[in-house]
């Protein structure tokens, strides 16, 4: 089968091959940097080998954990935010029936989300869904220490510890988190949990192949083995041996790069499957979080089409002309369904009767990408074949391969994220955190 394929055949009306040349003719300096692990933030670059490294013990660890899980409660509730919960759920939601919430009998666990907001009503709602419900958690923080998720597993913890002995709350909390320091590693440590270790080496927005996503999907019923597979091929199709004009991680890279040079500063990640909303989201914290810095940076949006043609459309079409977009554009649906014939015809869509939605959608595709070019937005397209777990290995490490090497086109590390800090600290001072005593001070002046 086809694997995952790169469209730029569409720029070419955006650039000269002189000025794509200029950035892919540096291409071996970037490589250079993640073969040698000496460009910015090399302390950082255990996900580039994850497919292959990750030890067989580990996901036979993960799918025994996901085993016994599945076999015990309804509910899995996955505690994290940013890296730390964004992947599991990109790929559960792509993988997942559009209406699984509603199944009273799946065979698996449904998944629930906390710890990705503060919102008082959330949480609420979510302990009143989960009173009479059997639930486990797993709670995952790299770090160990951030506000959003520990403030959703206390709750949570608490919620479990109203109907169950110790000894079984316990069993039902899996954390993962780094190998020995932060909060939650002491919890863990204290109160006995099953663990799973964060590598050092893996940073949050890097880590959807390492327990931190690979558990979560597992307990939703997927195979973990044929993502790892997609990823590992990915990462051989796009290794430091592999030339530019065999690269799509690297042609993606220096396209998005070229048209940044030329004020296409935002990139539009454009999906025509609703199942994919949550790729998009990922994929925006990926090259939000790694590239915008130092005053630089693609800014990354997305949109759901057809359904965004009725809103953004008319910005895409007729605003300011400083976007790109890069298509998810997927060949197979999963089943067929036809569009039926009505004798009285009234809405008159007679005309494409017995065709197949997926056909008409394809028509949207290429119609609004021939007007977006009319409209002075350069369009890249990727190409899966189909969504499954493997096709999806291959697009997460193909955009995070992309990402670290788009990252040391523009000049910055891709993978710190320092200006996260700057809420939290806003945050700590007006909460009266102990430690932050001074900045209190100053932010209670402005006011
Ligand atoms: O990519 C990152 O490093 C961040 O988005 C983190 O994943 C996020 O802030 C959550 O951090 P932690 O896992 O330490 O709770």
């Not at 048209?259 to 199942?275: A, F, R, S």
Request: glycine fraction near 8%.
């Amino acid at each position: 089968m086809k694997d995952i394929s790169l469209d730029l055949s569409n720029l070419q009306d955006f650039y000269s091959n002189n000025e794509f040349s200029l950035l892919a003719n540096k291409y071996d300096e970037i490589n250079q940097f993640l073969h040698n692990k000496t460009g910015k933030g090399n302390e950082f670059l255990g996900w580039l080998n994850l497919p292959s490294t990750i030890p067989g013990k580990e996901i036979d660890n993960i799918k025994l954990i996901s085993e016994e899980i599945k076999s015990k409660v309804d509910f899995v509730v996955v505690i994290g935010i940013g890296g730390s919960y964004l992947g599991s759920r990109a790929v559960i939601e792509a993988l997942s029936n559009n209406f699984h919430q509603y199944k009273t009998n799946g065979k698996f666990p449904q998944i629930l989300y906390a710890g990705q907001n503060i919102s008082e009503d959330y949480m609420y709602e979510l302990l009143s869904f989960l009173k009479d419900k059997s639930f486990a958690i797993v709670v995952i923080s790299k770090s160990g220490t951030t506000t959003e998720p520990a403030i959703a597993f206390r709750l949570l913890k608490k919620e479990l510890e109203k109907s169950l002995s110790t000894d079984e709350v316990n069993k039902r909390i899996i954390a993962i988190t780094d190998k020995s320091k932060g909060a939650l590693k002491q919890l863990a440590n204290q109160e006995n949990y099953r663990t799973f270790n964060i590598p050092d080496d893996v940073g949050g927005r890097f880590s959807v192949l390492t327990a931190v996503g690979l558990l979560p999907i597992a307990i939703a019923g997927f195979d973990i083995e044929k993502l790892l597979e997609g990823a590992k091929d990915m990462s051989k199709a796009t290794s430091t041996d592999v030339s530019f004009e065999n690269n799509i991680a690297a042609q993606y890279a220096v396209a998005r790069n070229v048209l940044y040079n030329k004020g296409k500063t935002n990139e539009i990640l454009v999906n025509y499957n609703p199942k994919l909303h949550y790729i998009a989201e990922w994929w925006k914290q990926l090259y939000g979080e790694s590239e915008g810095k130092d005053n630089k940076g693609i800014f990354p949006a997305s949109v759901n089409f057809t359904t965004d043609l009725h809103s953004m459309g008319q910005y895409i079409q007729d605003g300011l002309r400083n976007l790109f977009e890069t298509i998810i554009s997927v060949n197979e649906t999963k089943y067929k369904l036809e569009i039926p014939t009505d004798n009285d015809n009234l809405d008159k869509l007679n005309y494409i009767a017995g065709k197949r939605l997926s056909a008409v959608n394809k028509m949207a595709e290429l119609g609004t990408k021939i007007a977006h070019l009319d409209g002075n937005v350069p369009v890249i397209r990727i190409e899966i074949p189909e969504i499954n777990e493997y096709f999806l290995g291959q697009l997460i490490y193909f955009f995070e391969k992309a990402c670290a090497i788009s990252g040391y086109y523009l000049g910055v590390n891709p993978f710190d994220q320092p200006g996260v800090e700057a809420y939290k600290k806003n945050m700590f001072a007006l909460l009266g955190k102990p430690g932050f005593e001074e900045e209190t001070e100053k932010i209670k002046k402005r006011i």
